[in-house]
């Protein structure tokens, strides 16, 4: 049993309810960029540097060819000087280009990552703001890999879109300004050369598809099958059917061969094709160019000039089509989270200022219906009180409820109607710092976080000391364990314990509620088995506890109802029976049937 646990496999079928985002993805990407408004309009900045700079350097080298030309055809030969001064100022010129290529890829991964940390920061906070039920509608793994990989994917299509399409771009419009500039007929050419390889290149790209799919569907049949073939290989040997498995396979393997042939086949051809075309467009443009250059209407340098014009274009081009499938899985990655930073949040400003009237723990449950989904009403009117200091024991069969009450203590869920109170105050009014400050639960799978395990005792109180950390870990009796592992109290442990055991885990647990000091104790006891000596640990620290201590427990314990105050035998969502062990026991009602099938479950049903 769990406490909080997600009921994800029901809501999947119906797949929870993506609401979109409030404004456009791209949109939202580049507001939460701008918040870096001076690097982002730099890197921008030099992204138009660097590209106006490189798109100079072949009209330079055009001008030199130029001074060549005029050299050889006058009398008073090449003009060296000014033709080396042209070379170096072309140097220079590519030279600061890539300076500044290198800067704004600087600045684009600055802006980028600055952005993938507000947005971690903005889901961590907001997760902290979700109510449990958002939680609960959908897998856990699919929250943390918004949080993970859909900001890293997200961040990485920023400062590609920063640094590769802004100058793929640039350079586009530059390069078609350049040359129209220089021969808007030629352009014509170039482009309509560049505009056919597209077009080959998207047809090739139809058809190669499909094929993919194919080979990748045989490869899924090929895995599947080999996947059984091993784990049931035993079955196989043993049941004489390893030839019609090898046909089998066989098959599998000659389907995958055919569809990988056909995939790459096409795959193949794209490249020759559009290479083809390419040179073609060049061969075009250089002939036309020589003719034009011939009659007078351009100089040889232009035609120089346009023919590396012509080259260049093809880089920009491919680059923003290859850029297009990154950019939508980032914006669709950028989507995604946005939808989470959009979800509706608990409902805070009613709790911010409540304060219990007195502080002594007691708890009342006043007539609470409530339901997971609004078609299915768990509880209707529960009530029960546990006094100050009292120890309630809730007791039945699975699916019963018994961890709902506790979600409903812990304000994970909120009641349909009625009240769960703490010392006569609506928990919903109550700050969620200060509820879980008063009232600590320690759940059958204890929790903890990456660190030592004295920051672990010390999770969630304030300026805890050596001492006192090392005083909840004697009261817990975990003091004696955590000074035998290597490096004491400063041991690093994971949220798998790191080599700890179960037990060890749920002493740590304690020692934390034991600093904490709370008024309220929430126990789901552990079913799962733990050694002897530790069990006895655990039953020793509990019951020490629950001393002066409000308890509301999930009881697998006959030790726990014996020594409850109340037991509370729940069932279909609705309390049956109420009382002490011995009179419940004698009733021969739900609860002594209930400890009678339990006998020997219980898990110390002998003490
Ligand atoms: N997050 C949830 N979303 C939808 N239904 C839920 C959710 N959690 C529990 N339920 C359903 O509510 C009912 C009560 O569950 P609950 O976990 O409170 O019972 P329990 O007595 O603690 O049982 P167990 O001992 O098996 O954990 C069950 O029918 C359960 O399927």
Redesign the pocket.
Known sequence: ?TVG???AD?HEKEGPQEKAPSARPALRLVTAAAHDRTRLVACLLLSALSVGLSLVVPRLLGAVTDLVVAGVRGAGGVDLTAAGRLLVLAAVLVLASAAAAWGRGRLAQSVAQGTAYRLREAVSAKLSRLPMAYL?GRPRGDVLSRMTNDIENTSMTLQQALTQITAALLTLAGLLAAMLWLSPALTVVAVGMLVSSALVTQALARHSRPQYARQWDAVGEVNAFVEEAVTGHTELVAGGRTDRAGQAFAERNRRLYRAGLRAQFLAGVMSPATTFIGYLGYVLVAVLGGVRAASGELSVGDVQAFVTYTLQLGGPASAVASVVGVLQSGLSSARRVLVLLDAPETHEPARTTARPHDVSGRIRFDDVTFG??PDRV?FEGLSFEAAPGETVAIV?P???????VVNLLLGFHAPWSGRVLLDGTDIAELPRDILHRRVRAVLQDPWLFTGTIAENIAYGVDHASEDDIRRAARAARADHFVRALPHGYATVVGEDGGGLSTGQMQLIALARVFLCDPEVLVLDEATSAVDARTELLIREATARLRRGRTSIVIAHRLSTVRDADTILV?EDGRVVERGRHAELAARSGRYAALHARLDGGWSDTTT
Request: without cysteine; proline residues 0%.
């Open positions: 049993m646990k997600g009921r029901e609960d997971y989904t768990l039945g699975t699916g019963a409820g018994k961890s709902t729940m």
